[in-house]
């Protein structure tokens, strides 16, 4: 597979780079990489947590050099000429540097000042920009006040202040929403169309690489494909298929045993039924087809994804992690929430939202950066007082016993929150200790947090240096010390790579299944389907909630295809915003 017709902008042969933990441990972040991009042409890489997409962007990009092999970009070589690089190129990190006491504006100035750019340049590119990103009606406010979309927009502007001629974008969307990621990818492809921009964008958005013209698919430092991606897509041809899942079981439920099959390559949920890859058409498919038959489907980009990783390696998911059972009573509401309202000054961050979820229920909590599901988490967890209405977690009142019932929950963070500069084992010590456990009850406990989430073999490493899915792990583990009765995720999953996501969503089905009530959020719409029930808020207040096979039946599917969860989504969000918020009923 090569990259095309066209010169190229991006030509490396044989690259090497290494780096050396503190731990003196030697990590191969490229390993004999061979790789192209042409001119005008928009390149995706995509690969686990360490496969070496960041440090890849980072030697094109001029900030770091191979231990071996050569890299030409636009012609210069990477070594030798990095400064006409850096001169050339756009770069926008996976958490780009705004200034967030500078207003829109400001920032653009500043990026302008850097890069030398002169005022009549600016003149010419400025109204450009800003039409391109949406944000002329903002160029007077704070970065720190804009929504997570927002700011994405404004670092991608920045990156384009002087007209590359190469963009380079370290997980552009991580953490935006669907109608951001929509938004930012209309213009990154406008980039590429109207100007002739190349592109080169790392992602954990398995549909966004499908749509680019060229895709890397890299794992442990190595290119494993590289080529258009429906000749990847074409790898999965006759070994994908879908089920309905038997009679009392969700499709959770059934993903998480197919997985466990020695033939099965690939599960996931797929909008009320579970899709699956199969290796070869001698596996046995007796052990999961008593009630249903399975239908062949055309492969997805994804599915040939999984293809190729799960052949590199002959190796299977993870076993069902193994949790202890809660005791609890029958399936009464755990989390009762009444005409909820967080008011911060005089803007409505929380507007009048009433929810419930069930013991053992695993609720999805959906809407726009900014829509107020992380102040909702907050107040549900007594990390924020409310201001007006009833919230009740585990039977007790978050009005007046805030700190009783923050024993009864974990909590893990929208961002990584643990302490970077200690060990695993020693985070799990502290939060262990921070719960109130004590002797050989906390250390049986951090033994088993170890051994669950398969954190041993790191035990002595900085937790700052763990590779993104292993950070999530972490934190969930810290968070399931105590073995609370109910679990809150803020949008875990961000950033993390397919197969992070994979293994998560084990766990959290393993936590169901032993009992344990969770509650999510989460900016990947197939993580939806995930759920039990979800409910959609925008602007403070509930759009839509219920079954995930009843709210995405208000989607507009594309091309005559059924609508996915992220159709919904976004129909849901732009219907509200059009006519002025109300409540679209899912089934309850």
Not at 139 to 145: F, I, K, N, W, Y
Request: aromatic content about 6%; charged content about 25%; hydrophobic content about 40%.
């Amino acid at each position: 597979m090569t990259a095309g017709h066209g010169t190229l902008v991006l030509d490396g042969r044989g690259i090497k780079r290494s780096f050396r933990r503190n731990t003196g441990e030697i990590v191969h972040a490229l390993d004999d990489v061979t790789f192209e991009a042409a001119r005008g042409t928009l390149t995706a890489l995509v690969g686990p947590d360490g496969a070496g997409k960041t440090t890849l962007i980072r030697l094109a990009c001029g900030l770091v050099s191979p231990d071996a092999g050569t890299l030409e970009v636009l012609g210069f070589d990477a070594v030798r000429d990095a400064q006409e690089i850096q001169n050339r190129v756009g770069y926008m990190p996976q958490r780009f540097g705004l200034y967030e006491d500078l207003s829109v504006q400001e920032n653009l100035d500043l990026y302008a000042d850097l890069h030398g750019v002169d005022k009549q340049v600016r003149t010419e590119r400025y109204p450009r920009l800003m039409s391109m990103t949406a944000l002329a009606p903002f160029t007077r406010r704070l970065a720190g006040q804009l929504s997570g979309g927002m700011k994405q927009k404004l670092g991608l502007a920045c990156a384009l202040v002087r007209a590359p001629e190469l963009l380079l974008l370290d997980e552009p969307t991580a953490g935006v929403d669907p109608l951001s990621r929509h938004e930012l990818w209309q213009i990154i492809f406008q980039l590429v169309r109207e100007e002739d921009t190349t592109v080169l964008v790392a992602t954990s958005y398995l549909d966004e690489a499908e749509r680019c013209g060229h895709v890397i698919v890299m794992h442990e430092g190595k290119v494993l494909v590289q080529g258009p991606p429906a000749e990847v897509s074409r790898l999965a041809e006759g070994h994908v298929f879908v089920v309905d899942p038997p009679e009392g079981q969700t499709p959770r439920g059934l993903q998480s045993r197919l997985l466990d099959e020695d033939g099965i390559v690939d599960a996931v949920p797929d909008g009320g039924r579970v899709r699956f890859v199969r290796r070869d058409d001698k596996t046995d498919m007796s052990a999961y087809l008593k009630a249903s038959e399975a239908m062949p489907v055309p492969p997805r980009f994804e599915d040939g994804f999984m293809m190729i990783l799960r052949e590199r390696d002959h190796s299977k998911a993870a076993a069902m992690p193994d949790f202890a059972p809660v005791t609890h009573a029958a399936r009464d509401a755990v989390i009762e929430v009444h005409d909820l309202v967080r008011m911060f000054g005089n803007f409505t961050a929380v507007d009048h939202v009433s929810f419930e979820v069930k013991r053992g229920e695993l609720f999805g909590l959906l809407g726009p950066n900014g829509a107020g599901k992380t102040t909702t988490f907050r107040m549900l967890c007594g990390l924020l007082p409310v201001t007006s209405g009833t919230l009740r977690v585990a039977g007790l009142d978050l009005r007046t016993a805030r700190a009783s019932a923050r024993q009864r929950i974990g909590y893990v963070a929208q961002r990584f929150s643990l302490y970077g500069e200690l060990s695993v084992v020693e985070n799990l010590e502290f939060f262990g200790s921070a719960y109130g456990l004590t002797g050989e009850h906390k250390r049986r406990r951090i033994r088993e947090a170890l051994k669950q989430f398969e954190l041993e073999p790191l035990r002595e490493l900085p937790s700052a240096q763990l590779p993104g899915g292993f950070k999530q792990r972490l934190s969930m583990a810290a968070a399931l010390l105590h073995e609370p009765e109910t679990l809150f995720l803020d949008e875990p999953t961000s950033g993390a790579d397919p197969l992070a996501r994979r293994e998560f969503w084990r766990r959290i089905t393993a936590l169901g299944e032993a009992g344990s009530t969770v509650i999510i959020t989460t900016h990947f719409m197939e993580e939806a389907e995930y759920c039990d029930r979800i409910a959609i808020l925008d602007q403070g207040r509930i759009l839509a909630q219920g079954r995930p096979s009843d709210v995405r039946k208000l989607g507009r599917g594309r091309d005559g295809r059924p609508p996915t969860m992220e159709d919904a989504f976004i129909a849901i969000v732009e219907e509200a915003r059009s006519k002025g918020h109300g409540v679209l009923s899912g089934a309850a």
